[in-house]
């Protein structure tokens, strides 16, 4: 399975944006789809991970509120809402296949096999 992303840009501050996470070769139905951030001088973190298991969302504490991921399986995508977007937001931006699942403490775990080579997303200020 390939992953693909599209849907990056340069947007202003309280700006939205859409990613897509498109797979190729495959179907992503029976995996998980989880969104991946990484900012230039920092590591790659966690922004969201739908769990196709039951349909549960996961969202890291920095975008709750403002990031909403979906999934239609009809056209074999996850999408990535981003609202009110800050600069801090900038980053490139992946999506990857593979599994996470939420814990009592509201974080979320994932491992994820497949990935995408990235959108890059810039929020000015």
């Known amino acids: 399975v390939q992953v693909v992303e599209s849907g990056g840009g340069l947007v202003q501050t309280g700006g939205s944006l859409r990613l897509s996470c498109s797979a190729s070769g495959g179907t992503l139905d029976y995996y998980a789809i989880g969104w991946f951030r990484q900012a230039p001088g920092k590591e790659r973190e966690g922004v969201s991970c739908y769990n196709s298991d039951d349909g549960s969302t996961y969202y890291a504490n920095s975008v709750k509120g403002r990031f909403t991921i979906s999934r239609d399986n009809a056209k074999n995508t996850v999408y990535l809402q981003m609202n009110s977007l800050e600069p801090e937001d900038t980053a490139a931006y992946y999506c990857?296949?593979?599994?996470?699942?939420?814990?009592?403490?509201?974080?979320?775990?994932?491992?994820?096999?497949?990935w995408g080579k990235g959108t890059l997303v810039t929020v000015s200020s």
């Open positions: 990857a296949a593979g599994q996470c699942y939420g814990d009592f403490g509201g974080s979320y775990h994932y491992a994820m096999d497949y």
